[in-house]
């Protein structure tokens, strides 16, 4: 039940991403980019796919006599993906410096969201139990609290993002034709 909903979520963000495409058109390929991330992101909560592909890596490796010594290359293996995540939060953030902040917002939740759910599928024994504790008080685990956290962010930037009335940004329109003054 808690991957639909998961999924869900997700698919909300995609279309709120792509609704936030349509209304900027500097910025339409990154808005597109998110909207995409997240869309694949939805199919993997539904499906389980990043989670069948380490199982298949767990069988793999215990067919290789290799199974017991993981614990090693887990841990390298988080630890990249939080650096190489890290990085390219940062190159987004300096690649999108002259773009709305709505997207420099929606761009490192989707980077973040997408590094849990490489981390979560790596499966660390310590980190499967972090993420599936809840912590005193809330409701959700810390693993979807991260999530939904990431997912608001999205959703908040994608519907802060200025709306176009007729090919025009509201900003652009004579006072007097604007939407919210016209009683």
């Given amino acids: 039940m808690m991957h639909e909903l998961a ?3 997700y698919a909300i963000a995609a279309f709120a991403s792509w609704s936030a495409l349509k209304q900027s058109s500097r910025e339409q390929q990154a808005w597109a980019m998110c ?9 993997d909560q539904q499906f389980r796919l990043l989670d069948g592909f380490a199982n298949l890596v767990r069988y793999i490796l215990m067919q290789m006599n ?7 290359f887990q841990r390298e293996l988080v630890v990249s993906v939080a650096i190489v995540g890290g990085l390219i939060v940062v190159a987004i953030g300096f690649a ?6 709505q997207l420099r917002l929606a761009g490192a939740a989707v980077i973040a969201l997408l590094a849990l759910a490489f981390v979560k599928a790596v499966s660390l024994h310590n980190l499967d139990i972090w993420f599936t504790q809840r912590p005193r008080g809330l409701p959700i685990t810390r693993g979807a609290g991260l999530e939904l956290l990431g997912l608001l ?3 908040a930037a ?12 509201t900003s652009e329109m004579a006072p007097d034709r604007r939407p ?4």
């Fill in 7 to 9: 999924a869900a979520g």
């Fill in 35 to 43: 909207a995409l991330a997240l869309a694949l992101l939805a199919i």
């Fill in 66 to 72: 290799l199974y017991e010594s993981r614990r090693g």
């Fill in 96 to 101: 999108l410096r002259s773009a709305r902040w």
């Fill in 153 to 155: 962010a999205v959703i």
């Fill in 158 to 169: 994608s519907v802060a993002v200025p709306r176009r009335v007729a090919g025009l940004r």
């Fill in 180 to 183: 919210d003054d016209q009683g």
